[in-house]
């Protein structure tokens, strides 16, 4: 696994693990800032989050997400996802 960092109270694996709130807006203000100010001061948190940023509003766009209908895309999507988020941000 990539390093590990905490950087403003918050490690990288939380980060991760709550990119998508993030993304949404869900996320309570204080923890919102919290995200914030770790994103500004991990370049690979930034870079890794950008990137989903970037996947996730191309699939909305496109409409072209995962269909409902098909068996089992949500848990492979899911198991993707964990994948990534244990393998850490500099992946």
Excluded: N
Aim: glycine share 14%; with cysteine.
């Amino acid at each position: 696994m990539a390093v590990e960092r905490e950087i403003a109270g918050i490690r990288c694996g939380e980060v991760l693990a709550e990119l998508s709130d993030y993304l949404d807006g869900e996320l309570a203000p204080a923890r919102r800032t919290q995200v914030d100010a770790h994103l500004l001061g991990c370049d690979a948190c930034e870079r890794f989050g950008s990137r989903f940023s970037a996947a996730l509003r191309a699939i909305r766009q496109s409409g072209s997400g995962p269909s409902g209908d098909e068996p089992g895309v949500y848990e492979r999507l899911g198991a993707r996802l964990h994948q990534a988020v244990k393998e850490g941000p500099g992946t």
